[in-house]
């Protein structure tokens, strides 16, 4: 029997694509390992899109009403009355996803691997079996090293960087905060994340290199000695294309869709996820592309952005950050920030004329990459 679709990875994005699919489909959900979880990820995703997307508040860990901002001798604040941001534990984000789908009818089998496509099936192999398994349309869910995207032949431009995070035990004040941290001097790939569990434990990480974070430890007055966790694992910041070839289409990570200012891919993977739901009910794979249209152009404006932060030095960061902080910019900031859409703050602050003025001559690139 050939499946109506075969989702190949059990993911955040795949199994919440599992569950729109099942009711409609017949699914089968492949995953290579033997449980949930486990990825490194701060799992921290906007609290508006955890709304929308239906996500389950067993999963939540904390949530964060906002954000401080530090730069090597400064520091400001954003805050909201409710919650902006919602932190996750993967595992029982990724278990209860699963369990919805399979309760609306998805199959799942873990421990199996997909290996490749022979002759328009999916090539599998759970411990020594390897076998064949037939669906009419197959779905790329693999993450950012996906399988699926090397054999239909999608190509990446981007940079595929090294993040690391660990659970410290340590003193944090206000768990409803989350610490961003930017030192170009340590690491000018990316910036340093605090993200509170609670008063006594949070996630610290970075993109880019395991050794700035040990010297950012330092300078937080942190040690990994107090560390009851340690993940590695690697983003993608980029475009892939296609999405879609023939019968096979790539969602979430698979298709490199994250937010490159932050490496967030959780819910930008699901809002596609919902866009191919509806292509595949439609019965029409090609407009899964279309639809995702806004997130593209996030995306792309994502990565303007972020060759603008990785063009600035620290002088001229220290400069932002005394912009950033002045009360006309933090009252733009409160109004108009939302956690997975940046495009929408930078361009109410390039709008402010004061602003956009103070901004062009810190930086006149800006003209290059935002403009
Ligand atoms: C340090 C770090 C921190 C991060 N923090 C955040 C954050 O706070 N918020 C956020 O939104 N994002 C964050 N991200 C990014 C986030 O982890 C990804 O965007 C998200 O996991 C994408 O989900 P996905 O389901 O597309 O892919 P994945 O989570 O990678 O899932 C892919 C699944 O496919 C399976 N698989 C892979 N290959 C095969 C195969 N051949 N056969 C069968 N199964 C296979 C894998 O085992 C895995 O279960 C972070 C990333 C890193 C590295």
Same mark, same amino acid.
Request: proline share 9%.
């Given at each position: 029997m050939a499946y109506d679709v075969m989702i190949i990875g059990a993911g955040p994005v795949g199994s919440y694509l599992a569950t729109l699919l099942a009711r409609d489909f017949n699914v089968l959900v492949v995953e290579q390992k033997s449980s949930f979880g486990e990825k490194a990820c701060t799992g921290i995703i906007g609290a508006e899109s955890y709304e929308k997307l239906g @996500? !389950?508040? &067993? $999963? %939540? =860990?904390n949530a964060f009403r906002g954000a401080k901002f530090y730069s090597k001798i400064q520091s400001f604040k954003i805050e909201r009355k409710s919650p902006q941001a919602y932190m996750v534990d993967r595992r029982v984000l990724e278990r209860e996803l699963a369990r919805k789908a399979i309760l609306k009818g998805a199959e799942y089998s873990l421990s199996t691997k997909f290996l490749e496509f022979k002759n328009g099936r999916a090539l599998l192999q759970k411990h020594s079996d390897v076998f064949e398994v037939e669906a009419k349309v197959y779905i790329g $869910?693999? +993450? %950012?090293?996906?399988r699926v995207a090397q054999a239909i032949g999608a190509k990446s431009k981007g940079e595929f960087l090294p993040g690391f995070e660990m659970e410290i035990i340590g003193n944090f004040d206000n768990p409803d905060f989350v610490e961003v941290w930017v030192d170009k001097e340590l690491n000018e790939d990316f910036f340093f994340w605090v993200a509170p569990i609670d008063e006594n434990l949070a996630r610290v990480g970075t993109i880019g290199r395991l050794d700035s974070l040990y010297k950012f430890l330092k300078i937080r007055m942190l040690t990994d000695k107090s560390a009851i966790e340690f993940k590695a694992g690697s983003v993608g910041i980029g475009v892939r294309k296609p999405w879609v070839r023939r019968n096979v289409a790539l969602v979430g990570d698979a298709a490199l869709? @994250? &937010? !490159? =200012?932050? $490496?967030? +891919?959780i819910a930008y993977g699901m809002f596609c996820a919902h866009a191919l739901a509806y292509a595949l009910k439609e019965g029409d794979l090609k407009r899964y592309e279309k639809i995702c249209s806004d997130i593209k152009r996030e995306i792309s404006f994502g990565l303007r952005a972020r060759k603008l932060f990785k063009a600035l030095n620290q002088e001229q960061m220290e400069k932002i950050f005394e912009l950033l902080s002045t009360k006309e910019a933090r009252e733009v900031i409160e109004q108009t920030a939302d956690f997975d859409e940046h495009a929408k703050t930078i361009k109410a602050l390039l709008k402010h004329p004061r602003l956009l003025a103070k901004a062009l001559k810190i930086t006149p690139m800006l003209i290059r990459y935002l403009l």
């Open positions: @996500l !389950p508040k &067993k $999963a %939540v =860990l $869910a693999d +993450g %950012v090293h996906s869709q @994250l &937010k !490159p =200012l932050t $490496a967030g +891919g």
